[in-house]
């Protein structure tokens, strides 16, 4: 991933997503059940699941930072945790506004599928507060890396859980025996690929962001000579704080409605 | 029902908000990303000149 380079990876999310989003509106057959509306499924599911992926991806590099005491992989998995809160955010909107179009409601309470999503959402929503609560900033990485792996644990059994229960109205679509048709399959797994990328991209741009803030820090140390070891690099700045005069400052860097449960399978509308 | 909403009451604008909601999304994250990107530009200004600062008073002390 490293040897890649952002513009690279950039234009290729940009090609791989128009041509998802090409195939999903040109290509894929409308469905017999849910009409023109159901486009929205391929927007909606990639999104949910690079978050969802997004979060175990942190995850892994909390475990890796614990492990190594390495600040990049605490970087990695706060920029992970980041994007993966914002795709979150645009699973709960575009799901809102597929379910007020498909079942009349904006949001159902008993549909076990949209409370779990609003629940793992939540509960990283609470990472913020809780990582900069900690002003020790190596204390700071240690409890945020911890949180990561325990929230990240979560997220299968969150999805696992969610399959054993009984669904309302929300669809199971990889579940259904048949699953989606070849030309809906085709147009999805393309713009689960692009969005993928999207995730892939974003994080880096952040990264590399991070990395210029805290360099900038080190040198602006270094030329006004306070004797301060350097900060390694890159390392996570609280929001909203503008890296180099906080490093500077030696302080811590940061249904359809009555629709049958059966009635969950996308299939292609008769010509 | 606000004019917006009744707008928006069909199929097509129910997957036009949903896709220009995900745009703005996106729009909102590199707006945020170019304003840090530009206080970055910003500092590294600053410290290019704070690193030229010794330079000049030597040049003011020789003359």
């Known amino acids: 991933m490293g040897s890649i380079s952002l513009r690279t990876i950039a234009i290729a999310t940009v090609a791989v997503l128009a041509a998802g989003f090409g195939l999903a509106f040109f290509y894929a057959p409308e469905d017999a059940d849910q009409g023109f509306i159901q486009k929205i499924f391929y927007l909606h599911v990639p999104l949910a699941i690079c978050a969802l992926l997004g979060f175990i991806v942190a995850a892994i590099h909390a475990i890796r930072h614990l492990r190594t005491g390495d600040p990049i992989h605490d970087a990695r998995s706060y920029v992970s945790i980041h994007l993966s809160v914002i795709f979150g955010v645009g699973v709960l909107l575009t799901g809102a506004i597929w379910a007020r179009g498909s079942w009349g409601v904006w949001w159902e309470w008993r549909e076990p599928t949209l409370v779990s999503f609003l629940i793992v959402f939540l509960l990283y929503a609470t990472y913020y507060p809780l990582r900069y609560a900690i002003e020790d900033r190596d204390r700071q990485a240690r409890y945020a890396s911890v949180f990561a792996i325990t929230a990240g644990a979560f997220v299968p059994l969150n999805f696992l859980a969610v399959r054993l229960a009984e669904p309302l109205i929300h669809p199971r679509t990889f579940s259904s025996a048949g699953g989606l048709p070849a030309e809906m399959m085709l147009a999805f797994l393309v713009c689960l690929v692009g969005m993928g990328l999207l995730w892939v991209t974003l994080v880096r741009f952040e990264l590399g962001a991070k990395a210029a803030s805290a360099d900038l820090g080190r040198i602006r140390r270094a030329l006004q000579g306070d004797g301060a070891p350097p900060a390694p690099a890159p390392s996570v700045a609280p929001v909203g704080v503008s890296a180099t005069s906080a490093m500077s400052a030696g302080s811590a860097e940061r249904s359809r409605e009555g629709a049958p449960p059966g009635a969950t399978r996308f299939r292609k509308k008769a010509s | ?63």
């Not at chain 2, 917006?4 to 996106?26: K, T």
């Open chain 2, 1 to 63: 029902m606000p004019p917006l909403l009744l707008a928006i009451e069909d199929a097509e604008g129910y997957v036009g908000g949903a896709y220009l909601v995900f745009l703005l999304l996106l729009l909102v994250y590199v707006a945020i990303m170019a304003a840090k990107l530009q206080r970055i530009q910003r500092d590294l200004g600053e410290l290019a000149e704070l690193a030229e600062q010794p330079r000049r008073s030597e040049e003011v002390s020789g003359r």
